[in-house]
C-alpha cells in the first residue's frame, strides 16, 4: 500500500481544522469536541442475491457535530469505504455547512460495495436494507441523508419510500426530507443533480473576479467525469472554458484545442466511461493520453473531481497550472499543499467549491418542509448568493490573518462554530 492510501485521510481533517483554531484562538474544549465525531453508527445487514444466496454488508453513518442544525451528508457506495474515510468526510461536512453559513451540522455515511457489480433488484434490496439498519438514525430533523460517489436520486427516492413506509401512516407524508437529492417526481428539488459542479463553476467565476481573470480565456484539466466532474465540464465549457485534458477511471483524454463535452458526455454516459471515445467517430481531435499526462499538461485550472488524497507531493510538483479547485473532497495531501503553495499554485479548498451540493440539498429540504417547489431560476440565484457571501468571507478573513484559503475558509467556519457554541455552553 502507498504512502497516499496509508495516511489517516481523518488525521488530515483534523490537522486542517487545528492550524485554522491557532490562527483565531479556538479553545481547546471547542478543539476537542469538534475533532472527533460524536456518534460513530456501524451497521452489519444481510441481504439476498438474485442467485437466492445471502450476504452481509457493511456500512456507517458518522455523525460529526449537530450544534448549528440536523447532521447533513452523503452516503458513498464505493469498494474502499471504510470508518476512516467517512470519519473524515463528516468532520469535513460541518465545516463546509458552518462556512457557507448553513443551518445544518455534518455527517457522512456510506457502504463498503462497488455498485457495478449488483443488478439493479440487488440494488434496491441493499438500499432498503441499509435504510431499516440505520432506522432512527437518520430523520428529517435528526440526520439527512444525500447522494454521493457511487450512489444517485433513484437510491434516494428507495431510501425515502424505505423510511416512509416505517413511519406511521399518519406521517408518511412528512418525512420526504429524510434525505436530498431524491428525483423531481419524488419531491426532489430542481437543479439538486448538477448543483456540486454549478458551485464548483461559480467559485471559479470569484476567483476570475478578484485576480482578474476571463473565464471564457481559461484552459482546464479535470480529473473525475462523473456527477461532480461531468456537470462541471459542460457548463464551463457553455461558459467559455477550454477543457483540454479529462481523466476518469477508465482512461484520459486530451485535445488541445479543447474537447467536445457534449459529445464526450453523451459517450460516457452511454458507455459507462470515457474509454474509446478518442477513437470513435465523435472524438475528433481528441486523443488518448497516459493518465500521468493529467498533471502535466500545461492548463490554467486543474479541477481534481474524483476521490481524496489525489494531488501527492510528488504530483504537486509536476503540476502546471495557477490554481486548483478542489471539486472532490480531500484530493490534495498536506505534503502537496505545501508543495503547491511553494510554488505558487493557489487553492480554492473543497469546503468552499464543492459546497453546492449540501446548499441545494439544504434547499429541497425546505421545499420538503413547507411542501413547495421552487424555480430552477429561484434556486441560482439563491446558490450563487450564499457561494458569493462564502467566497467574500473568505477573501477579506485570508487579508485579515495573511493566511492560506484554505486556513481562512476554517477560520471563517470555526468562528461561526465557536460563536454558537459560547452562547449554548456545553450541557450539563
Not at 406511521?168 to 423531481?184: D, E, Q, W, Y
Not at 510554488?343 to 413547495?372: C, H, M, T
Amino acid at each position: 500500500m502507498d504512502a497516499m492510501r496509508q495516511r489517516s485521510l481523518h488525521q488530515t481533517a483534523v490537522e486542517q481544522f487545528q492550524r485554522a483554531a491557532d490562527l483565531v484562538g479556538i479553545e481547546d474544549r471547542y478543539r476537542a469536541i469538534l475533532s472527533h465525531p460524536k456518534n460513530e453508527v456501524i451497521v452489519n445487514f444481510p441481504v439476498q442475491m438474485d442467485d437466492g444466496t445471502w450476504r452481509i454488508f457493511r456500512g456507517y453513518r458518522i455523525q460529526h457535530n449537530n450544534v448549528l442544525g440536523p447532521y447533513k451528508g452523503g452516503l458513498r457506495f464505493h469498494p474502499d469505504v471504510n470508518l476512516d474515510e467517512v470519519k473524515a468526510l463528516a468532520a469535513w461536512m460541518t465545516f463546509k455547512c458552518a462556512l457557507v453559513g448553513l443551518p445544518l451540522g455534518g455527517a457522512k455515511g456510506g457502504v463498503t460495495i462497488d455498485p457495478s457489480e449488483h443488478s439493479e433488484a440487488e440494488m434496491q434490496r441493499i438500499v432498503r436494507r441499509f435504510t431499516h439498519a440505520l432506522g432512527t438514525n437518520i430523520g428529517p430533523e435528526h440526520d439527512i441523508p444525500a447522494p454521493d460517489v457511487g450512489t444517485n436520486s433513484q437510491m434516494m427516492d428507495w431510501l425515502m419510500d424505505t423510511f416512509a413506509n416505517l413511519s406511521g401512516p399518519a406521517s408518511r407524508h412528512l418525512v420526504k426530507g429524510v434525505v436530498t437529492g431524491k428525483s423531481v417526481l419524488c419531491g426532489g428539488s430542481v437543479g439538486r443533480e448538477e448543483a456540486t459542479g454549478q458551485g464548483v463553476l461559480y467559485t471559479l467565476r470569484h476567483w476570475c473576479g478578484e485576480t482578474g481573470q476571463r473565464l471564457d480565456q481559461l484552459s482546464v484539466a479535470v480529473q473525475g467525469f462523473g456527477n461532480v466532474g461531468g456537470h462541471f465540464s459542460r457548463l464551463a465549457n457553455e461558459a467559455g472554458c477550454r477543457v483540454v485534458v479529462v481523466s476518469d477511471h477508465t482512461g484520459t483524454v486530451s485535445s488541445e484545442k479543447g474537447l467536445d463535452i457534449d459529445a464526450l458526455w453523451d459517450w460516457a454516459q452511454d458507455h459507462g466511461g470515457i474509454a474509446g471515445f478518442a477513437d470513435s467517430a465523435y472524438g475528433i481531435g481528441a486523443e488518448d493520453v497516459l493518465t500521468d499526462e493529467l498533471f502535466t499538461t500545461p492548463v490554467d485550472v486543474f479541477v481534481p473531481a474524483a476521490l481524496e488524497n489525489q494531488i501527492t507531493a510528488a504530483r504537486a510538483h509536476v503540476l502546471q497550472c495557477r490554481l486548483v479547485l478542489e471539486a472532490a473532497n480531500g484530493p490534495t495531501t498536506p505534503e502537496g499543499e505545501t508543495i503547491l503553495e511553494s510554488r505558487g499554485i493557489e487553492v480554492v479548498p473543497d469546503v468552499l467549491a464543492n459546497a453546492g451540493g449540501v446548499i441545494v440539498s439544504y434547499f429541497e429540504w425546505l421545499q420538503n418542509k413547507s411542501s413547495r417547489a421552487w424555480s430552477a431560476e429561484d434556486v441560482d440565484s439563491r446558490l450563487r448568493s450564499i457561494l458569493w457571501q462564502a467566497s467574500d468571507s473568505i477573501v477579506a478573513t485570508r487579508a485579515e490573518l495573511g493566511c492560506t484559503r484554505r486556513e481562512a475558509a476554517y477560520a471563517v467556519a470555526l468562528r461561526r462554530l465557536q460563536a454558537v457554541y459560547d452562547r449554548r455552553d456545553i450541557f450539563p
